[in-house]
């Protein structure tokens, strides 16, 4: 039970098993890494929206969090996490930190979580629901294209908004042997999911694995 903005919030045994059948739907639709499947069983979605909303928060579809600004399909949040291979105490970038729930799944799997939101409401709003849950993640209000040159190199970055192009300004923050996951393309049509990782000689290697739809990653802060 937490209290956030004068409301009281509960995590009963009725989400706890709305949450263990969405989690058996991540394994159907091919989420395998056991560490995120925990992860997301442990975290109350529910808290993340709306309390009018409770029903929607274990269905496994994007919802709207207000700006014009979605909480991730949590088997997008599942793909992008296990597409990452986080291992504890690694430092993780997070672009677009919305609502909070991907940074909180980065947080159960042991990671420093540092992460940006350019929407100066959500920010705020974020990092008040967080910590009332006793989560305290590094969240930054600015523009993530220039991700965090004072905290960087990161073990792994990740983007939860759909960028035109892979920002060098992130790749020059990976360490070597560091991974970034990144959905590429049009923001009006569909992207690539894409992995990219930091080889010792200094080069990159990119893949792609599969289409996925996000809101657009705008620059400069509002
Ligand atoms: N990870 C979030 C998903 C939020 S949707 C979650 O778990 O809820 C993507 C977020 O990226 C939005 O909140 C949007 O405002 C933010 N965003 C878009 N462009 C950005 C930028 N250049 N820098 C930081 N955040 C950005």
Not at 103 to 118: C, T, Y
Not at 161 to 182: E, Y
Not at 206 to 212: A, D, I, L, S
Request: glycine share 8%.
């Amino acid at each position: 039970m937490i209290r956030f903005k004068g409301i009281l919030l509960e995590d009963n045994y009725r989400h706890q098993g709305l949450r263990k059948r969405l989690i058996a739907e991540l394994e159907y639709k091919g989420i395998s890494d056991r560490k995120v499947l925990e992860a997301i069983g442990k975290i109350p979605r529910h808290f993340f929206l709306d309390s009018s909303f409770v029903e929607f928060a274990y269905q496994d579809k994007a919802f709207p969090i207000g700006e014009d600004q979605t909480i991730s399909q949590p088997y997008t949040v599942a793909f992008q996490s296990e597409l990452l291979q986080v291992q504890p105490m690694q430092k993780v970038l997070e672009v677009g930190t919305g609502s909070g729930y991907q940074a909180i799944v980065l947080m159960e799997l042991g990671a420093k979580v540092f992460s940006i939101e350019r929407v100066k409401t959500l920010h705020s709003r974020t990092k008040e629901l967080l910590h009332a849950m006793g989560y305290n993640p590094r969240l930054f209000y600015g523009d993530g294209y220039k991700g965090l040159p004072s905290f960087a190199p990161f073990d792994r970055i990740i983007v939860t908004a759909a960028a035109p192009s892979i920002p060098d300004m992130l790749l020059q923050q990976l360490k070597t042997g560091g991974i970034l996951v990144i959905p590429v393309g049009d923001s009006s049509g569909i992207q690539v999911m894409t992995t990219v990782t930091r080889q010792t000689d200094g080069s990159f290697i990119e893949k792609q694995h599969g289409q996925f739809r996000f809101v657009p990653m705008v620059e400069n802060k509002k």
